[in-house]
């Protein structure tokens, strides 16, 4: 497959639960999307093909949704795993969240080249990905040089990304109230994708 070549993806399907079964799954495909996809492409701009939730049959009974750019999609994943794993979940998952934890810097370090990126939209998704990784103590820092970004997005028009900027800055104890308000929504740009994160986009 080239980068101009379009693919279906079973993934990003909604689910009730955060960390469930597929707990341990999902520390090591945040790993390989650390050290392979974004780090090491088979090609240049790989994570740049167009890509597509649904099924032929989806597509052909349903019609066919808007593809999405498979970077969107691994930053939206990555955003959604992240903020499930700041939460507290019992069943003995706690091994595999703090796993996934122990990822959170270099996770940072893979996305926070994106926040240049010549696509607006990916660059909103990297900002939106970096957020949830910001609860890390050793990361807490980066709020201060990354605020005024945050605080852009979450006054911006026609993105899908405003209410992640919004929560976040109500998290920092900011003062939220000059920004338009929206029914809280845990839908991302390109995947449509809506509740906890399930698998990722390859």
């Known amino acids: 497959m080239t980068p101009e070549e379009s693919t279906h ?8 639960s955060s960390f469930s079964r597929t707990a341990s799954a999902k520390v090591a495909a945040a790993t390989v999307v650390r ?26 009974h349903f019609g066919e949704k808007p593809r999405f750019l498979l970077r969107i999609g691994l ?8 903020a499930d794993a700041n939460e507290e979940v019992p069943g003995g998952l706690q091994a595999d969240i703090e796993a996934f934890r122990a990822l959170r810097p270099a996770l940072h ?9 010549d696509e607006r ?43 992640h900027a919004v929560g976040a800055l109500a998290s920092w104890d900011e003062d939220t109230t000059s920004f338009p308000q929206e029914p809280n929504s845990a839908t991302d740009a390109g995947t449509g994708a809506e509740g906890f994160a399930e698998d990722p986009p390859f």
């Open 109 to 117: 370090d893979v996305i926070r080249p994106f926040l240049t990126d």
């Open 35 to 60: 050290q392979s996809v974004f780090a090491r492409a088979p090609w240049p701009d790989a994570t740049l093909a167009k890509v597509t939730t649904q099924t032929a049959w989806e597509a052909a």
């Open 121 to 163: 939209q990916i660059r909103e998704a990297a900002l939106a990905a970096l957020l949830p990784l910001l609860t890390a103590p050793e990361l807490a820092h980066h709020r201060a040089d990354l605020r005024d970004a945050v605080r852009a997005l979450a006054a911006a028009e026609a993105t899908p990304y405003r209410h």
């Open 75 to 82: 930053l939206d994943w990555l955003g959604r795993t992240a």
């Open 9 to 16: 993806i079973d993934t990003f399907t909604g689910t009730t």
